[in-house]
């Protein structure tokens, strides 16, 4: 992975990391969910300009690709994609473009994507990280994102 991470990187199986050229040959949407499996992190760039990368943790729920702003900042990224619903993904060296939405459904999921973030990243040093991201004060900083058609 290309990417240092605010969070800290959790040990990987070299085994698991996604490939770059099955990435290409199966498609944005398969490959988005393999990286939401494989990867720690992912970088995220919101709007139509292309400029630097944030890292920031991602899940997947029933078959569904969430993040989630920890930071809460009204000028940063997540707020960036409530005025413009377009941006990118930088997963391992590949840049998807997203759009990212407010869940319909948020309410009802929020039990299982914060369930999802303690699964994926609830050891160690990053339990505080993860009690602020599953609090309720981050649960209306929540997106599903989804590739764009290519």
Same mark, same amino acid.
């Given at each position: ?82 005025? #413009?619903? =377009? /941006? $990118? ?5 590949? %840049?998807?473009? *997203? +759009? ?18 303690? #699964?994926? =990243? /609830? $050891? ?5 990280? %993860?009690?602020? *991201? +599953? ?16």
């Amino acid at each position: 992975m290309i990417l240092g991470s605010t969070f800290g990187s959790a040990p990987h199986d070299q085994n698991h990391q996604p490939n770059l050229q099955l990435m290409h040959a199966i498609g944005h949407r398969k490959a988005l969910h393999l990286y939401a499996r494989n990867l720690d992190t992912v970088g995220i760039n919101s709007g139509n300009r292309f400029n630097r990368f944030l890292d920031i943790w991602i899940v997947e729920v029933e078959d569904r690709i969430f993040v989630r702003s920890g930071g809460h900042d009204p000028a940063g990224w997540f707020a960036t994609f409530m005025q #413009d619903e =377009y /941006g $990118y993904l930088l997963c391992d060296q590949e %840049v998807i473009p *997203i +759009t990212g939405y407010l869940p319909v459904d948020l309410k009802d999921m929020l039990p299982r994507i914060d369930q999802a973030y303690w #699964d994926k =990243y /609830g $050891y160690g040093r990053r339990i505080p990280l %993860v009690e602020q *991201i +599953t609090s309720p004060a981050s649960s209306n900083w929540t997106l599903e994102i989804f590739p764009q058609a290519s």
